[in-house]
């Protein structure tokens, strides 16, 4: 906020400039400090202070543990079908099934995923979740220690929806514990938000 406040207007490219990293490490930082309005965007112009933000609010949204923020994991065991995988998908409202065996994360399944079967003629009744799940050697994951910010980050930087939370037990052994999502992160921003909001028309 201080190079906004100082160069201001300023692009994207400059800060990355000022501090020696890319605009797309910086993309999650600028997102959501618009998103609270304590940054104002302007198209081909560049960033604007908007003085109603507080250093308080900023360094609780970038240090607190997803752990905290967390939401119920959806999960299906390895051998659940196809069918069965996309009808959890619909009644849980969700875009992203975890699949599981022992408790032991080992894929994740999405729309896309589904889509591809179905398009593909292969009988979504038959076949097993396991055969068109992402793997767990590909899958982006979080630590239950983990920032908000990181989570983000991931979230941009791989360009997907949500984010398994884990724990840790061994080689290949990650615990699910919680997933973390693009609407978990805009609640929680919008939480923040209100919350500011409140404070400074009470001010």
Avoid: W
Avoid at 179 to 191: A, E, F, G, H, V
């Amino acid at each position: 906020m201080d190079l906004v406040k100082k160069h201001e207007p300023v692009t994207g490219e400059q800060l990355g400039e000022y501090l020696d990293v890319s605009r797309a490490t910086l993309r999650p930082d600028l997102a959501i400090l618009t998103m609270l309005g304590i940054l104002v965007a302007k198209p081909k112009v560049g960033y604007f202070y908007n003085g109603k933000g507080v250093d308080l609010t900023i360094k609780e949204i970038f240090s607190i543990p997803v752990d905290e923020i967390k939401s119920r994991p959806i999960v299906v065991e390895e051998e659940t079908t196809v069918y069965d995988a996309a009808v959890t998908m619909f009644l849980e409202d969700i875009g992203t099934i975890f699949v599981v065996k022992d408790h032991y994360l080992k894929g994740v399944i999405s729309r896309k995923d589904l889509l591809k079967v179905t398009l593909s003629g292969n009988s979504a009744t038959t076949i097993p979740v396991s055969v068109i799940m992402t793997r767990l050697s590909k899958i982006v994951y979080c630590s239950k220690d983990d920032i908000f910010i990181d989570a983000v980050r991931k979230i941009v930087e791989y360009h997907i929806d949500c984010i398994p939370i884990v724990v840790e037990e061994g080689p290949d052994k990650l615990k699910i514990i919680g997933r973390i999502s693009k609407t978990n992160i805009s609640k929680y921003i919008l939480d923040v938000g209100n919350r500011e909001r409140g404070y400074y028309e009470k001010g």
